[in-house]
């Protein structure tokens, strides 16, 4: 079973940074692409980021680019979200999900952490 | 604004079938497969349809996807109080280089 399990989001100031972690099992963490999903408070979901299995191929929403970053270490099975210069705006569950093998889909998802941005 | 469109609503009574619009362009539906998350309130999402209209694993056949040009639908048959949730069409958008979503729709049984 694929479980995913986020960790390290919590209330910043704006301009600040946050790195969230993502905690895989249940699967071959080395196989899959991976991905983030946000989603404001009672907003849609909105894609963040994806990285293939090897870290070779990254992908960015164009309005992230530049501040957030995303990586892996597939000998940990954890998946990392860098954020810097946080805005109101980023304030939102955070979901990390595992990526369909050949498509664009996402078919496990955890539980997401929440990321408030405030002063 | 999202560059996948749906619907804001949607509604039927148990036992009916519903179906879920959503339109998209050439860059994306157009050209790439489309997916479907449901997702129940207070929880995470959950794919319900993958590649135009494959079910995953434990998904009940109620639940089914096509697609045609650039515009897809998820059809609900059967519908059960359950089923009432926030529903997601997603895809590949070629132009922007990432995964785009639908604004979602809430799906609620009378």
């Known amino acids: 079973e694929v479980q995913l399990m986020e960790s390290g989001g919590g209330l910043v100031q704006p301009g600040g940074s946050l790195r969230l972690s993502c905690a895989a099992s249940?699967?071959?963490?080395?196989?899959?692409?991976m991905g983030w999903v946000r989603q404001a408070p009672g907003k849609g979901l909105e894609w963040v980021s994806s990285?293939?299995?090897?870290?070779?191929?990254?992908y960015y929403a164009d309005s992230l680019k530049g501040r957030f970053t995303i990586s892996r270490d597939n000998v940990k099975k954890s998946l990392y979200l860098q954020m810097n210069s946080l805005r109101a705006e980023d304030t939102a569950v955070y979901y990390c999900?595992?990526?369909?093998?050949?498509?664009?889909?996402?078919?496990?998802w955890g539980q997401g952490t929440l990321v408030t941005v405030s002063s | 604004q999202s560059v996948l469109t749906q619907p804001p609503s949607a509604s039927g009574t148990p036992g009916q079938r519903v179906t879920i619009s959503c339109s998209g362009s050439?860059?994306?539906?157009?050209?790439?497969?489309v997916h479907w998350y449901q997702q129940l309130p207070g929880t995470a999402p959950k794919l319900l349809i993958y590649?135009?209209?494959q079910r995953p694993s434990g998904v009940p056949d109620r639940f089914s996807g096509s697609k045609s040009g650039t515009s897809a639908s998820l059809a609900i048959s059967g519908l059960q109080s359950e089923d009432e949730a926030d529903y997601y069409c997603?895809?590949?958008?070629?132009?922007?280089?990432?995964?785009?979503f639908g604004g979602g729709t809430k799906l609620t049984v009378l």
């Open positions: 999900a595992r990526k369909i093998g050949g498509y664009s889909g996402y078919d496990g």
């Open positions: 249940g699967f071959t963490f080395s196989s899959f692409g």
């Open positions: 990285i293939s299995s090897s870290s070779s191929t990254i």
């Open positions: 050439s860059s994306n539906i157009g050209s790439n497969t």
């Open positions: 590649n135009n209209n």
């Open positions: 997603a895809g590949w958008d070629d132009s922007l280089n990432g995964v785009v």
